[in-house]
């Protein structure tokens, strides 16, 4: 079967910084998504990788790891607007998107 | 701003009225998509068209029915619901996939 692992909730301080990690096990791999997730709103595309590495986006990184089947998204200097949900998805061989259940971040002052 | 704009952004219908939710976009994406999302769930694939034409229908009850007028239009009709059919609905273009900001559907 296919299976996306992310930790439920997570609570940083504010000017920290987190690390949300995703392990996966798909048919296949085309890419790995993150979205952030307010509570109530629609998803927000954060970052897309395709290749092992890292991407860096202002305050928020992913990194993959396709041989280990494995990601993280990293923030910088929290804010307490960082609280939200983040999810990890993929794509696996038939194009499909594979989602995560959701990490619920939690920024205290 | 969001890139792909949905309408209404709350809908409370009861469950013998028939309405609409509509999706577009202009970013030239050949592939849309509708999402359904509970709370604290993460979105849950209900169909997919590519080039206009449905490609994926993931077992969704007919009482939802996907149109596709144009390459920048999405619709879904909606018929005789549940209550349990109460969520976020969410529409998508590719790629990657951006999301419009939902209509937030009760059923009464």
């Known amino acids: 079967g296919q299976n996306i692992d992310q930790p439920t909730e997570m609570t940083a301080t504010e000017g920290a910084i987190v690390q949300i990690n995703c392990t996966y096990q798909t048919s296949g791999f085309n890419g790995l998504f993150w979205y952030q997730q307010h509570a109530g709103e629609a998803p927000t595309f954060l970052s897309y990788?395709?290749l092992d590495g890292l991407e860096e986006k202002g305050r928020f990184s992913s990194f993959l790891s396709r041989s280990k089947g494995y990601s993280y998204l990293l923030l910088k200097e929290l804010q307490m607007k960082d609280s939200a949900s983040y999810l990890c998805a993929v794509v696996d061989s038939n194009y499909q998107l594979i989602w995560g259940a959701g990490t619920k971040l939690i920024i205290k002052p | 701003d969001t890139e792909v704009t949905q309408t209404p952004k709350h809908l409370v219908m009861g469950m013998t009225n028939k309405k609409s939710l509509k999706c577009e976009q202009h970013?030239?994406?050949?592939?849309m998509y509708w999402y359904k999302q509970k709370a604290k769930k993460p979105p849950e694939l209900m169909f997919v068209?590519?080039?206009?034409?449905?490609?994926i229908n993931e077992s969704v009850p007919s009482r939802f029915s996907p149109e596709c007028p144009n390459s920048s239009l999405l619709n879904l009709h909606l018929h005789a619901l549940q209550p349990e059919d109460s969520a976020l609905y969410l529409c998508?273009?590719?790629?990657?996939?951006?999301f419009g900001n939902g209509t937030r559907l009760t059923v009464t």
């Open positions: 068209y590519s080039y206009e034409k449905l490609s």
């Open positions: 998508a273009s590719s790629g990657p996939l951006h």
């Open positions: 990788n395709v």
């Open positions: 970013m030239g994406h050949r592939a």
